[in-house]
């Protein structure tokens, strides 16, 4: 198994589940979203240069960023209400 297989083995085995529905929380899932996608894009990249089909690694990239829309979505929802809370 080549090492860019082990490393998008090991891309596709990491957890992806939000937890706790907190500010903290979903700014640390965020946080571990952005190294998960630059270090997935990066893999993808260099398999590309060598030759490898990787659309299978884009498809799951694709979902990894659905995932980390959706965490920054409720993120912001979250913030918003806090804001209005403090305001009111």
């Known amino acids: 198994m ?13 957890p992806t589940q939000a937890g706790p529905d907190s500010i903290a929380d979903l700014s640390a ?16 990249e260099e398999a590309r240069s ?3 089909g990787v659309e299978g690694w884009e498809r799951f990239w694709m ?4 995932q980390y829309e959706a ?3 409720r993120l912001a929802e979250l913030q918003s ?4 809370r403090l305001a009111g």
């Open 71 to 73: 965490i920054c979505d």
């Open 29 to 44: 899932q965020r946080d571990e979203f952005v190294k998960r996608l630059n270090g997935g894009f990066k893999r993808i």
């Open 2 to 14: 080549s090492a860019l297989t082990k490393s998008a083995t090991a891309l596709q085995s990491e």
């Open 81 to 84: 209400a806090d804001d209005l």
């Open 50 to 52: 060598t030759g490898v």
């Open 63 to 66: 979902e990894l960023l659905q």
